[in-house]
């Protein structure tokens, strides 16, 4: 048993720290320390960085023009990014499409899409949900019906994220109507330029534009942007389902985020005292840093598991529903620190110059009602506890 | 030992059902509540004709209810439609008014608008660490301080402000075109705002006025309790049908097992909501009501966070959507705690009796 | 709205605690209130001492030989025994077989079954359980064959709570072997001295003898111990399940354990100061207090309720869930109280003389662990649950 | 970064686990921990010779283990099967001769049992209230007070007391002989004492033993964390059995979505724990040990709590019963929180460090 870096991982660490020193605009991590919403921009400035030196595409093996880095390297990457309140990189076209067409695609698939995602020049968004089908991916609806060298896509996608910001979108889209309802799943890559594609977006609980509504009418879309087989759809969404994500547990961003709630407890009062000083804040607090300090390494063992074995195990599920109440108990903290000034609905306030609450914090309430959603997308908690009931527990 | 409404009061919940039912439907109050000045002036006189403000004050003070059942009763329903309109402020005003013995009529009638001001940033809970300060000048009064999260300060005509006069307690009375209102939108609708004062001046309504200051809070506190049960009972029905008619891998999702013990526990949590309501009412103005009062917060600001956050998750990304009206509902019943001392606070509260 | 007592029943609740200050006996009080397990003896001289009051069938009306109480008054009754440290009255002649000979039984059945439970004559237990049945009664595999004039008994019965003090067992057996599983079931009531019957403890988790093992090998039962007619036992038992038990929230017992709690707090030390005013310790009492006072008004609305309507309702499962949760917190921070001296196993410490504990504390592991069984038997939480899903929610 | 045990420490933790699985069945395992004098000599002696105890003594001292790693392989075979051998007091009492540079020969040959004696009723988990005074009297010693809670204690040859020496903190050794030692079998088995100290002599061992007795403790709770994942572990492997097996209504009861849910929280929470103890073995001995073994002992008080109840609950009846061994893995998960510094006290210990 051994839990320190090697001195490799430690010097990579170093330059990593260096790398943000350096390269990451203020403005940019400002906007993530505040937690106000992110613009396009701000995204693509920072993916455009990243992908000067070559670590955009952090999961990417070096044969494609990935970095090649190990687990741990990942690991490491993603607490100090978060560590130098760098952005998340947006992972549809990355950590997603990537992989998929790395191991489903064809040599001119593999030719024409990856460079324009290393290089940030695509943004690419993601067709998976749609209205009434939500977890359950194989009773979707939208249509692909096969008319000479295209398909002519029909249907409705959504929660598509960021998609406002995209220029390419990956869909599963239903190409047989016979037969069990999983093995009638194609996947396609569709160009928002096409005639027939309309983004409306959705507006969040607390008031954030994230996510859309894509509506597809008689959308032509080439017969050669069928990724893998026809029909082979399913496949490929099981395979991303399970595919590692290393930052699945949000390790960095908890690790940031209860840094920031200390500094928040000490310098907001309670009865004449330094909140963190109040014993049932301070018992969240230390509670939660607990499981936290308990994540970490469960995250890391898990890690160490999937280098040896070669893939993630199911396990991925545990980190996925525990770091998403780590992170939700933390925004929570987060935002009842503030009490009564935790209120003012961010750009509802008549003298905009007027400062209300600490520094930092005015968005606290927006984020906690904002993160709700990651125990509900990407795969629910209920969802995760189904999948570690079949695999793990075998019932 | 009886556990229903009189029939005056089941006529007053009947009429402001009613009337809220018609009048806020969710875009109505969406849109009140969001849009400066967050609140609908008109509707707030209406109300004030159909009597809900006049049923916050008691008949000495020239009201017809002012008891802790006239308050849930008229909060649990402004609760279950989101109801944005300041009478927060105006229960609070009465009280404070009645212990000065001052007139209310124009309370009562609606014409005047009051709010109080009492957080203030590092205190946002506990009156007794107030630095705003009071000071006499040639027979009447300059205030200097900051006070933060004045519900309905937005609107106000007048504000009821807490400050220090030689170390004690005092209440003032500030005009509200004589200070600095920065009004604001809450993050779960409605609006309240941030008072600065500089030398502004204000007339004495109380001194010594610690009593009078724990029964507005008392009263404000029993408001909030109720108001999150209607807003959890509301939550709680659209739930239920949710779980009803939306069917995932071919059934309706209200037949999964772990989907219906969690909301049994709900419903639990709302019935044992209910029921501190029901105690914190009938303490309203005895000895224990601080006490009595503190615990149905506490209570209530935890049933309110679970039904919130059981909602959202079970109802997955829609609930996530500003259109569906149970974020709304979720928001109001998780920063209902933020308002006049929340769960950690008032268990404090309790936590203290322990040691005398 | 109104929830004081009215004059009556102030006065009722006066009579009560005089009866008690002026009846119950010190050794019997005593033992309650240490949590030591209950002898037999004890428990039948408690129970003589009501009887000669005429109070120990507090839910039978006066025609049967009851008080007559309402609803309240048996609240009031229930929270001041407790009060008292008074013991509880064993249930299953009482507040089961009582009820149901007056609703199933014929005149005979009730003139000689009632009489000698009112008088504490009969010390009646519970055979309804099985191995291997738990909650799901329909299931039931105990026979009971006709054979002329008599019911011939062979099976096995488990949990029967203090049946070794016990002199009959009423029983639900099968008499129809084809059909659904409800439709042949059997109330019976037999003489535990028959012939056939052999009974054996089953020790518990914290080392008591409190339920029991029955096995029946061709137990001749005469016919006329049948409760209503042959095959009504699944009414029968469905009607004993939503029989109202005013004191199934156990309110009197948890608030009488949480003025002990807050005792023991005072006089426990921690860092050189009581228990009390540790913070973490006071936070945990004052949100079980907070819990408890809610479900008092709970329990009162739901009995207001049930007098409207003459029956209780299904809420009456939120009282059990809830009731346990409360009742189980209390005993945990009993044991939690007491840190290392909650380890000595009561009866082997080898100087039985050496106080090792503060004073009526030494049982307060054993109770905890004991006390882990409301939330399992008499329907566990999870049926409760689906309970409540059925007849509340509807789904 | 390596989380695979070395090959020594693997054929340790396998021998061990060889050994109890065969020597410990639950009833052989009840009987002895239950009946005087709540151990079994003749298997201590076997386990000394094992090399267990010397596992648990670093090589300096003469043993060929005492690291972190070496410890929690130990406790966690020992908890899996609820030995109830006094393996606790004899790593305890090595930390504290180890300070002292005492001979540890017969502690690692196990031909004298060692226990130590900490708490005391008013200062269970907190030395710095410890009441137990040595006053010198010619180059020797005499102890005044009471220890509760001698883990071991019962059948110890030695005890090492924490007492105050001029105010300050300082370890003695005391034969059982010599002392008033009351045996008692503990509610989840195994043997503790009551030692009360009347002018019982004592040979000095250490004094301003301040961070000596923190090793000790540390290394303790490392222990109780340890042993804990190992009756967690076991505890899952039994309800995993009884889920697939039990039928109810006529399907297995793992079937019902309720408990599985349930029990995939209980294993999130045995791979929480098992981190813990690989977060808490790599720190013993390092500068922060005791606030990362005080973190490691909340989580997993918390969580045996967990597994306890839940593990209980979702058997029903079946495990309140003495016969099945469950009953016996929850009462020492769940007793095993009292010793050497509860949930609460170690949460403190991590929110004190907020202060600071």
């Known amino acids: 048993m051994d839990l320190t870096y090697s001195d490799a991982e430690l010097a990579f660490q170093q330059e990593v720290r260096d790398f943000f020193e350096a390269n990451l605009p203020m403005h940019i991590s400002d906007a993530v320390r505040s937690g106000a919403e992110m613009t396009g921009e701000l995204y693509q400035e920072y993916h455009r960085i990243l992908s000067a030196k070559g670590w955009l595409a952090t999961t990417w093996p070096k044969e494609y023009g990935g970095p090649g880095w190990t687990p741990v390297e990942r690991h490491i990457f993603d607490v100090e990014s978060s560590r130098y309140n760098a952005p998340r990189i947006v992972p549809f076209g990355l950590a997603m499409l990537g992989p998929v067409i790395q191991k489903f695609g064809n040599d001119r698939q593999k030719a024409e899409v990856l460079p324009r995602i290393l290089s940030a020049e695509d943004w690419w968004c993601q067709g998976y949900s749609e209205p009434g089908a939500g977890s359950d991916l194989a009773s979707l609806k939208t249509r692909a019906d096969r008319d000479g060298d295209h398909y002519v896509v029909n249907g409705q996608k959504t929660w598509t994220t960021l998609g406002q910001y995209a220029n390419k979108i990956f869909c599963l889209v239903r190409t047989k109507f016979d037969g069990k309802p999983q093995e009638g799943i194609s996947f396609l890559l569709i160009d928002l330029d096409t005639p027939g594609i309309e983004m409306r977006p959705i507006r969040l609980i607390e008031g954030g534009h994230e996510v859309n509504e894509v509506f597809f009418t008689d959308v032509r879309v080439p017969v050669e942007n069928l990724v893998g087989e026809e029909n082979l759809g399913w496949t490929i969404a099981k395979f991303l389902l399970t595919h590692e994500r290393t930052g699945i547990a949000g390790v960095g961003i908890s690790m940031q985020a209860l840094e920031e709630l200390k500094a928040l407890g000490r310098s907001v009062k309670r009865n004449g005292k330094p909140l963190i000083e109040d014993p049932l804040f301070a018992a969240r607090v230390a509670r939660v840093e607990i499981d936290l300090e308990a994540m970490k390494i469960t995250n890391l063992r898990m890690l160490f598991q999937a280098q040896k074995q070669g893939h993630p195990g199911p396990e991925t599920s545990i980190l996925k529903i525990k770091g998403t109440q780590i992170n939700q108990e933390i925004r929570d903290l987060a935002r009842r620190a503030l009490g009564p000034v935790a209120a003012p609905f961010p750009g509802h306030v008549t003298d905009g110059n007027l400062v209300l609450s600490p520094p930092d914090s005015q968005n606290n309430a927006a984020r906690y009602f904002n993160n709700r959603k990651t125990s509900i997308f990407g795969g629910s908690n209920e969802i995760q506890r189904n999948i570690l009931t079949k695999t793990m527990l075998e019932l | ?257 772990v989907l219906q013990h969690r909301t049994v526990d709900l419903l639990t949590e709302i019935e044992q909501s209910r029921s501190m309501v029901v105690g914190a009412a009938a303490a309203l103005g005895d000895d224990d009501a601080a006490l009595k009062i503190a615990m149905a917060k506490n209570l209530i600001g935890r049933a309110a966070r679970q039904v919130a956050e059981e909602a959202i998750q079970m109802h997955g990304g829609i609930a996530m959507t500003w259109e569906y009206a149970v974020s709304h509902l979720a928001k109001r019943l998780i920063m209902l705690d933020h308002q006049l001392g929340d769960t950690d606070h008032c268990l404090t509260e309790v936590m203290n009796s322990y040691a005398a």
Chains 1, 3 share one sequence.
């Open chain 2, 1 to 257: 030992m009886n556990f229903d409404l009189t029939e005056d009061r089941q006529m007053l919940a009947d009429t402001l059902r009613r009337y809220l039912a018609e009048q806020y439907d969710i875009e109505t109050r969406n849109k009140l509540a969001y849009d400066a000045p967050f609140h609908s002036a008109e509707k707030w006189s209406e109300m004030a004709e159909l009597g809900i403000a006049g049923a916050l004050v008691t008949e000495e003070n020239g009201g017809f209810g002012g008891q802790g059942f006239d308050i849930s009763v008229v909060f649990e329903a402004l609760g279950r439609t989101l109801c944005p309109e300041p009478f927060l402020g105006a229960l609070m005003a009465s009280r404070l008014l009645g212990a000065a013995g001052a007139d209310q009529e124009s309370l009562v009638d609606g014409s005047v608008r009051y709010a109080v001001g009492i957080s203030e940033i590092d205190a946002p809970y506990d009156v007794a660490f107030t630095e705003t300060t009071a000071t006499a000048t040639d027979g009447t009064y300059v205030l200097n301080g900051r006070k933060s999260a004045v519900y309905g300060g937005q609107v106000a005509d007048v504000i009821l402000v807490v400050a220090k006069l030689d170390g004690k307690l005092g209440v003032f009375s500030v005009k509200a075109a004589d200070a600095n209102v920065v009004g604001y939108a809450m993050i779960d609708g409605a609006g309240a705002a941030e008072l600065v004062l500089d030398n502004t001046p204000a007339e004495l309504v109380l001194t010594g006025a610690d009593a009078a200051i724990q029964d507005a809070l008392n009263a404000g506190r029993l408001a909030l309790c109720a108001e999150a049960v209607g807003a959890m009972e509301a939550t709680y029905e659209i739930l239920l049908d949710y779980l009803k008619t939306r069917k995932q891998f071919g059934v309706a999702i209200g037949k999964f097992q």
